[in-house]
């Protein structure tokens, strides 16, 4: 393990695997490793055996069968290399506090349970018109701004950031705070004392967020799960621990699925005009771009806790297993020309969402936000386009979730 001041939580993934040629596609090597067989064992940087899983059965297998732990943190996780120290403080049990996405039943179920009871009809049917309200409200912001932004800045970032911050009742003044927080978190360089400083933060600011909500509830749902059916049920580790991994997930995920969804949308202009042009289409669409550009590099991981056969081989208890999300995406056994972007695809049963009990529990609001987000954003400006050339826009192949750190656009000023 590398000396304690100068650990990081690097992926020690050969870059093969990390590194793609294409803003799109999966890298390369791993279309090349499915062609041999659905799951494979990979060396990584430190010597350590892992296996990554390709193929659409295989990745559905490893999420819904109970050997397998999303627990990554307690166990031994091949990828997570610091030392022991470290590790311990990096995954003590307040930090770890209401992280239900690394925990299995019955922890999972319950925390799981109490924040879906949050998602209730009311606040749901309540999201589309605001929503559309918030993406015209930042087209109308651009219009007035001249005939060029960058597209992350301007739209895919502060979309999903305002829609998160009214759902959970967190102030949107703090924005800039939380985003640089988050993606600080998800840079796969970041040295590990760093993320021990910017979780405390985190943990700081939510834990006085939720003292004022104690103190004065209001509609949203970090009060609901205070003051709500279930008060008293979490602690406050909890409390914190959960409205922080809301609060992450709800903006950065659906923020660089809006960018980088738009940048294909530019670079696949029949596509984009049908989108256009065909406002029906706009659900089918939304599925389409979330197989075509899953933007979870990698992932989600788990860890065997017993022997399991799958795809052919047999996965010794102990073992990191990653699945591979934007390949699974494009297993030529589920799709017909698994690489073509097409919008009208019917029958599209992709996995960017995970699967099992697991699921994206986001998954209705970040279909609501991309249904809205991106019909609306093509139609405001009919001559979208690029400001750079396409292999100029930076890629975050350094991120644990994909997607593109800027989008140089430009637009005609309308007619007078
Ligand atoms: C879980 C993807 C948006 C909240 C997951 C998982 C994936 C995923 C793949 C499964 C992780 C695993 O199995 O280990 C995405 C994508 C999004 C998105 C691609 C955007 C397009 C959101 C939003 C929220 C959210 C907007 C906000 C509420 C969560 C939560 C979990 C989760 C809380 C953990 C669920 C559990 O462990 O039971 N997401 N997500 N996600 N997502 Fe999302």
Same mark, same amino acid.
């Given at each position: 393990?590398?000396?304690?001041?100068? /650990?990081?939580?690097?992926?020690?993934?050969?870059?093969?695997?990390?590194?793609?040629?294409? @803003?799109? &596609?999966?890298?390369?090597?791993?279309?090349?490793?499915?062609?041999?067989? @659905?799951?494979?064992?990979?060396?990584?940087?430190?010597?350590?055996?892992?296996?990554?899983?390709?193929? !659409?059965?295989?990745?559905?297998?490893?999420?819904?069968?109970?050997?397998?732990?999303?627990?990554?943190?307690?166990?031994?996780?091949?990828?997570?290399?610091?030392?022991?120290? +470290?590790?311990?403080?990096?995954? %003590?049990?307040?930090?770890?506090?209401?992280?239900?996405?690394? +925990?299995?039943?019955?922890?999972?179920?319950?925390?799981?349970?109490?924040?879906?009871?949050?998602?209730?009809?009311?606040?749901?049917?309540?999201?589309?018109?605001? !929503?559309?309200?918030?993406?015209?409200?930042?087209?109308?912001?651009? =219009?007035?701004?001249?005939?060029?932004? &960058?597209?992350?800045?301007?739209?895919?970032?502060?979309?999903?950031?305002?829609?998160?911050?009214?759902?959970?009742?967190?102030?949107?003044?703090?924005? /800039?705070?939380?985003?640089?927080?988050?993606?600080?978190?998800?840079?796969?360089?970041?040295?590990?004392? =760093?993320?021990?400083?910017?979780?405390?933060?985190?943990?700081?600011? +939510?834990?006085?967020?939720?003292?004022?909500?104690?103190?004065? @509830?209001? %509609?949203?749902?970090?009060?609901?799960?205070?003051?709500?059916?279930?008060?008293?049920?979490?602690?406050?580790?909890?409390?914190?621990?959960?409205?922080?991994?809301?609060? /992450?997930?709800?903006?950065?995920?659906?923020?660089?699925?809006?960018?980088? *969804?738009?940048?294909?949308?530019? =670079?696949?202009?029949?596509?984009?005009? $049908?989108?256009?042009?065909?406002?029906?289409? /706009?659900?089918?669409?939304? =599925?389409?771009?979330?197989?075509?550009?899953?933007?979870?590099?990698?992932?989600?991981?788990?860890?065997?806790?017993?022997?399991?056969?799958? *795809?052919?081989?047999?996965?010794?208890?102990?073992?990191?297993?990653?699945?591979?999300?934007?390949?699974?995406?494009?297993?030529?056994?589920?799709w017909e020309d698994p690489t073509t972007f097409d919008l009208t695809r019917e029958r599209n049963p992709h996995v960017a969402f995970g699967y099992g009990i697991h699921q994206c529990l986001g998954q209705q609001l970040a279909r609501a936000e991309l249904s809205v987000a991106l019909p609306a954003l093509v139609r405001r400006f009919p001559h979208l386009r690029l400001a750079c050339r396409p292999d100029e826009v930076p890629?975050?192949?350094?991120?644990?979730?994909?997607?593109?750190?800027? $989008?140089?656009?430009?637009?005609?000023? @309308?007619?007078?």
């Amino acid at each position: 393990a590398p000396e304690a001041d100068q /650990a990081t939580l690097r992926v020690q993934l050969p870059d093969e695997l990390k590194v793609r040629q294409c @803003p799109f &596609d999966p890298p390369q090597a791993l279309a090349r490793m499915h062609a041999r067989a @659905p799951v494979n064992q990979v060396t990584l940087g430190t010597g350590e055996k892992m296996w990554v899983v390709t193929g !659409i059965d295989e990745a559905r297998f490893v999420m819904s069968d109970p050997r397998f732990s999303a627990d990554r943190f307690n166990r031994r996780n091949a990828l997570i290399s610091v030392p022991e120290e +470290m590790r311990e403080k990096l995954f %003590d049990a307040r930090a770890m506090a209401g992280q239900f996405v690394a +925990m299995d039943p019955p922890q999972h179920t319950r925390l799981r349970k109490l924040v879906v009871g949050q998602f209730t009809l009311r606040r749901m049917r309540a999201l589309v018109p605001r !929503i559309t309200e918030i993406v015209e409200d930042h087209l109308d912001a651009m =219009e007035a701004a001249g005939t060029s932004a &960058d597209l992350v800045r301007a739209f895919a970032l502060p979309v999903p950031s305002l829609v998160i911050c009214e759902l959970l009742g967190v102030p949107y003044e703090a924005r /800039a705070d939380f985003q640089r927080r988050t993606s600080t978190l998800i840079r796969m360089d970041t040295p590990v004392k =760093e993320v021990l400083r910017v979780r405390e933060e985190m943990r700081e600011f +939510m834990r006085e967020l939720v003292d004022a909500k104690r103190a004065q @509830p209001d %509609d949203g749902l970090i009060s609901g799960l205070i003051h709500g059916d279930h008060a008293g049920e979490l602690t406050d580790d909890e409390l914190v621990g959960i409205a922080n991994l809301l609060l /992450a997930a709800g903006h950065e995920t659906t923020a660089n699925m809006i960018a980088l *969804g738009a940048f294909a949308l530019l =670079e696949h202009p029949d596509q984009l005009e $049908l989108l256009r042009g065909n406002s029906e289409i /706009a659900d089918r669409a939304v =599925e389409e771009l979330l197989r075509y550009v899953s933007i979870l590099h990698m992932g989600p991981f788990r860890v065997a806790t017993d022997d399991v056969e799958v *795809g052919g081989v047999r996965v010794p208890a102990g073992d990191t297993v990653m699945i591979s999300t934007p390949e699974t995406n494009r297993d030529p056994a589920h799709w017909e020309d698994p690489t073509t972007f097409d919008l009208t695809r019917e029958r599209n049963p992709h996995v960017a969402f995970g699967y099992g009990i697991h699921q994206c529990l986001g998954q209705q609001l970040a279909r609501a936000e991309l249904s809205v987000a991106l019909p609306a954003l093509v139609r405001r400006f009919p001559h979208l386009r690029l400001a750079c050339r396409p292999d100029e826009v930076p890629m975050r192949d350094d991120m644990f979730i994909y997607g593109v750190h800027s $989008l140089p656009v430009a637009w005609d000023a @309308p007619q007078a």
